[in-house]
């Protein structure tokens, strides 16, 4: 493509070792081969292999080990360095509340909808405890920040129990922790609403019953006029926001 700049050496390289690595199906932990044998293998130098390791490391899919039976060998990237990841691309957007719930409307209606009837006992036991720390109104704004955090973990919770689908859960946990940090970074919790929890605390019992006996279409309806709600709110509060920030100036 016209304009585009190619990729260095190592970038590419890399990409390569990738690929290597799932037509063989290496495992995390699986020894990668040695400088040596990947500079023959690839026909390049030993610094682009060892830049290309770098890279590897750098996009957590590779570690290095030094001493005896050290090397390269293949890792598992944990989900909260993805999430980073992804959240340092996402840091100059400007990303909206209305981007985040237009992702949160799609996905989780449909998620509480799949859980009704699938989560054991124990899980829904552990899920109602968790909604203590925001079933009274909150007394001061860290309070209510406090509360909005909490509030999402049991979103994030619920996308966990998803288990027959790893990308639908990772999406909603990701989304769910953009919408913690946009609510942190730009104090969206500052308007002082201390009712906010206890709304999303009574939504998230009823959300748990519907779950529990199994019900799947009040469990979408209920999240999503849960979504909708909350929505509402955060949209309101940026406005507020906003409209504190330009008469402060």
Known sequence: MAGTTPRRRPYRVADTIKGW???R??????RLPSESELMERLGVSKGTVRESTRVLEAQGLV??????GGGAFVREMSEARAIALLS??????DISIRDIYQIRLALEPELAANLAGKVDACEIQRLRRGLAGYAEPAVDLEGERQQHVD?????????????????????????????????VYRRL????????????CQYHAW???AIEAGDAERARALMHEHLLEAQAVMNDNEAQVKRGFLAEG
């Open 207 to 209: 959300l748990l019953d």
């Open 151 to 183: 509030s999402l973990t049991f979103h994030e919770d619920l996308a966990a129990l998803s288990g027959g689908n790893p990308l639908l859960a990772f999406i909603i946990r990701f989304t769910a922790q953009v919408l913690s940090d946009l609510t």
């Open 25 to 30: 199906q290496l495992a995390p932990g699986d």
């Open 21 to 23: 690595i799932v037509d």
């Open 189 to 200: 919790y500052e308007p002082g609403d201390h009712h906010i929890g206890p709304a999303g």
């Open 63 to 68: 570690e290095t080990r030094t001493g005896p």
């Open 88 to 93: 340092h691309y996402l840091y100059f957007k």
